[in-house]
T-cell receptor, first 111, second 116 residues
Framework: GENVEQHPSTLSVQEGDSAVIKCTYSDSASNYFPWYKQELGKRPQLIIDIRSNVGEKKDQRIAVTLNKTAKHFSLHITETQPEDSAVYFCAAPSGTYKYIFGTGTRLKVLA | GAVVSQHPSWVICKSGTSVKIECRSLDFQATTMFWYRQFPKQSLMLMATSNEGSKATYEQGVEKDKFLINHASLTLSTLTVTSAHPEDSSFYIC????????????FGPGTRLLVL
């Protein structure tokens, strides 16, 4: 089955700097990779996703890149703001419609 | 669109009692819903896949007799934690897949369960 690894587990950045979170997956057949943001005690919110037919997708300050050969995908947040502080999870499909989640990255943006 | 609700948002119960958690898709029909549990500062662990009109599919290590799942309609799945014990205390979150050929899952707000 699919195995997802996520790094780093914690990340502190100064406000305005960029943050990068990386995930690797094991199943070369995986073709859809979402990123979720979870604030304390709240539900995970989908922030961006990418399909395997593209290498990069951008939405304002958030971008995701995918390297199918190396089997990794990364979340990039530019011009970070304090409200970006949260836990971010990547996921990869496993079986029919199921997700396997990464272990999460706790991002802290320092004002 | 793609709104998922959960009820209750939190529950405290005595050890040995059963607790039912509801997950509803409010503006779409969900043939497939998923149940996760999340311990503090940990990731989401998939417990089971709930399929409308058929039996749920449980992940390895999840006791199907303890975590009863029913998906009787296209908008409602329920998770019943039977004979709850303190180690069952956790944050339970459901998600639903929008049946449009996409893989995107939308999450409910979660239910915090505390078993005394």
């Amino acid at each position: 089955g699919e195995n997802v690894e996520q790094h780093p587990s914690t990340l502190s950045v100064q406000e305005g700097d960029s943050a990068v979170i990386k995930c690797t997956y094991s199943d070369s057949a995986s073709n859809y990779f979402p990123w979720y943001k979870q604030e304390l005690g709240k539900r995970p919110q989908l922030i961006i996703d990418i399909r395997s037919n593209v290498g990069e997708k951008k939405d304002q300050r958030i971008a995701v890149t995918l390297n199918k050969t190396a089997k990794h995908f990364s979340l990039h947040i530019t011009e970070t703001q304090p409200e970006d502080s949260a836990v971010y999870f990547c996921a990869a499909p496993s079986g029919t419609y199921k997700y396997i989640f990464g272990t999460g990255t706790r991002l802290k943006v320092l004002a | 669109g793609a709104v998922v609700s959960q009820h209750p948002s939190w529950v405290i119960c005595k050890s040995g009692t059963s607790v039912k958690i509801e997950c509803r898709s409010l503006d779409f029909q969900a043939t497939t819903m998923f149940w996760y549990r999340q311990f503090p500062k940990q990731s989401l662990m998939l417990m089971a896949t709930s399929n409308e009109g058929s039996k749920a599919t449980y992940e390895q290590g999840v006791e199907k007799d303890k975590f009863l799942i029913n998906h009787a309609s296209l908008t409602l799945s329920t998770l019943t934690v039977t004979s709850a014990h303190p180690e069952d205390s956790s944050f339970y979150i459901c998600s639903a897949r929008v049946p449009s050929g996409r893989e995107t899952q939308y999450f409910g707000p979660g239910t915090r369960l505390l078993v005394l």
